[in-house]
């Protein structure tokens, strides 16, 4: 199967998915990888405005998509799978050492999933390591397609929250510093942000390793 294909395919599974017990271990992958960012640009751009911090955020997030999407075409995409296990493990670690308090259900999910990785790395099942691999570059679309439209638009009609299901484990609003900005609601701005990122990950899908 071509790997444009493949990502469609992906891509529609998350999409359905998403906000579901399903995907969870995905949301843990996603919000490290916020939180990494996150923390790197409050470091850096402390007294900017909110709009620039979100604007950085945003382009951050869709660049480390990109670059695994350009990772994938190489030897190294069926080793993104445990990367990014690994990663959101040692930082679920990292937070209960910080804390001082551990979260079982999150634990035992995140290492019932990285045994069966495990398990697929022995069987030598390089097929599935792709497969795997694209649920985790594609669940950072998810992620910004949630807090770019899904968020804010349950923030500005309650209402909808009943509806969008895929904010289930998810309380991240990127659009909402741009609420009001040149009189536009924040999830039009956040539409506008999903389009425009939308285009390079479509156009780097394609010509990556065949499953």
């Known amino acids: 199967m071509r790997s444009e294909e493949r990502a469609g395919i992906v891509a529609a599974v ?3 998915l998403w906000g579901t017990i399903l995907t969870f271990p995905l949301h843990e992958f996603t919000v490290f990888i916020e939180g ?25 997030l ?19 799978p445990v990367c990014a296990q690994v990663l959101t493990a040692s930082a679920f670690i990292l937070h ?17 999933v990285l045994a069966v990785t495990a398990v697929i790395y022995l ?6 390591l792709l497969w795997a691999g694209d ?36 309380d991240t609003d990127l659009s909402g510093p741009f609420a ?7 999830f039009v701005w956040g539409l506008f942000f999903t389009i425009l990122l939308t285009l390079p990950v479509i156009y780097y899908s394609f010509s990556r390793k065949k499953a």
């Open 135 to 170: 649920l985790f570059i594609y669940a950072i679309s998810l992620h910004l397609i949630t807090s770019l439209i899904a968020a804010p638009l349950a923030a500005t009609y309650p209402t909808m929250n009943k509806l969008l299901y895929i904010n289930s484990y998810h």
């Open 14 to 16: 998350l999409l359905l």
């Open 96 to 112: 209960c050492i910080r804390t001082r308090s551990f979260d079982g259900k999150t634990g035992i999910v995140l290492g019932l």
């Open 123 to 128: 069987l030598r099942a390089q097929r599935v």
């Open 62 to 80: 869709a660049a480390l998509e990109v670059l695994l999407l350009l990772l994938s075409r190489t030897g190294f995409a069926y080793y993104i």
């Open 180 to 186: 009001g900005f040149l009189t536009l609601p924040a």
């Open 36 to 60: 990494a960012v996150s923390a790197a640009s409050g470091g850096v751009l402390r007294s900017a405005p909110l709009i620039v911090v979100s604007i950085i955020k945003i382009a951050a």
